[in-house]
């Protein structure tokens, strides 16, 4: 089993809907919890952070934790062209980062 | 100026030469990292370090070589270059109990 499992996708949704990404992890001791965005290319960048059991927004995005089920995800409302891209989860089990291969979305207008 | 700069961008290479990629970060941050990213595969952690006299290995570290030259500098060298390490690198910098960030990139090709 991978430490950050992700759906590859590719994840395609239409302008304007819900697009829903979710990752699972191995490590119960992770207490810190990040989404990175990806395009083609370039580096990743940071999008979300989470820390706690429940769900954090930030303009629309809204990241969801549940450590006792060990996963979390990240929803995008009101999706745009501009959101298409490689999204990476990663968490930190220990004093490094461990990141998922990342999700593929494509919003199609 | 970025945060986290890498150089060279893009780097195309024989194999078997010696290559170096640097990093360099203005955020001082005691934590650095390589990575390399293949398509599908996600990134793949190379060696860290946590402060100038602190380097550890990541899963893929053979055929690798780093060093911490300074809290502001990480370089990463292949001895003999090889074409599966034909790929794109990136360092990040990590502040404590902080998310990693990356820098542009680095494109290498090995023929």
């Known amino acids: 089993q991978k430490e950050v499992e992700q759906n590859s996708g590719p994840l395609s949704v239409p302008e304007g809907a819900i697009a829903s990404l979710n990752c699972t992890y191995s490590?119960?001791?992770?207490?810190?919890f990040f989404w990175y965005r990806q395009y083609s290319g370039k580096s990743p960048e940071l999008i979300m952070s989470?820390?706690?059991?429940g769900d954090k927004e930030d303009g629309r995005f809204t990241a969801q934790l549940n450590k006792a089920s060990q996963y979390v995800s990240l929803l995008i409302r009101d999706s745009q062209p501009s959101d298409s891209a490689t999204y990476l989860c990663?968490?930190?089990?220990?004093?490094?980062?461990?990141f998922g291969a990342g999700t593929r979305l494509t919003v199609k207008p | 100026d970025a945060d986290v700069t890498q150089t060279p961008r893009n780097r195309i290479t024989k194999t078997g030469k010696r290559i170096m990629l640097e990093c360099s970060q203005t955020?001082?941050?005691?934590?650095m990292y390589w990575y390399r990213q293949d398509p599908g595969l996600g990134l793949r952690l190379i060696y860290y370090?946590?402060?100038?006299?602190?380097?550890n290995k990541g899963e893929i570290s053979d055929g690798y070589s780093v060093s911490r030259q300074a809290q502001a500098k990480f370089s990463l060298s292949l001895e003999s270059a090889i074409p599966n390490q034909t790929a794109l690198y990136f360092c990040?910098?990590?502040?404590?109990?902080?998310?990693?960030?990356f820098g542009d990139g680095t494109r290498l090709s090995i023929l």
């Open positions: 990663a968490v930190t089990p220990q004093n490094d980062m461990r």
């Open positions: 490590d119960r001791v992770s207490q810190s």
């Open positions: 989470i820390y706690s059991n």
């Open positions: 955020k001082g941050h005691d934590r």
């Open positions: 370090s946590f402060d100038v006299k602190d380097i």
């Open positions: 990040a910098t990590q502040g404590s109990n902080q998310p990693q960030h």
